[in-house]
């Protein structure tokens, strides 16, 4: 399974970004996904997280209010719509899905999700 992450780009502070995510096998809605993005000399952290049933959401206290996560099951994609966009967004964003068909909740670990995208970078100039 291959993840596949896109959308991401130069803008300027206050603008917006959607980035999407897509699978190379089996359907999105099947599985937790999440995003998680990367700032040079950062760690890997959590931004958002879709449950299965897509009706649950959780984000990172920074991007909420800013960011929504969703989910088109009929284009098997999920989305990540940025809003307000600073300088502190810029890092490498990664999708990431759980394995399992059986958890429910939106885990923060990364550690947790077995399948990555290859990750799309995303530039905020103030």
């Known amino acids: 399974v291959q993840l596949q992450a896109s959308g991401g780009g130069l803008v300027q502070a206050g603008d917006s970004l959607r980035l999407s995510c897509t699978r190379s096998?089996?359907?999105?809605?099947?599985?937790?996904v999440a995003w998680f993005r990367q700032a040079p000399g950062e760690e890997r952290s959590f931004v958002a997280g879709?449950?299965?049933?897509?009706?649950?959401?959780s984000y990172a206290d920074s991007v909420k209010e800013r960011f929504t996560i969703s989910r088109d099951d009929a284009k098997n994609v999920v989305y990540l719509q940025m809003n307000s966009l600073t300088s502190e967004d810029t890092a490498v964003y990664y999708c990431?899905?759980?394995?399992?068909?059986?958890?429910?909740?939106?885990?923060?670990?990364?550690?947790?999700?077995?399948?990555w995208g290859q990750g799309t970078q995303v530039t905020v100039s103030s």
């Open positions: 990431a899905s759980q394995a399992s068909f059986s958890t429910l909740r939106v885990s923060r670990t990364p550690d947790t999700y077995t399948y």
């Open positions: 096998r089996g359907a999105v809605s099947a599985h937790v």
């Open positions: 879709i449950s299965r049933s897509g009706t649950s959401t």
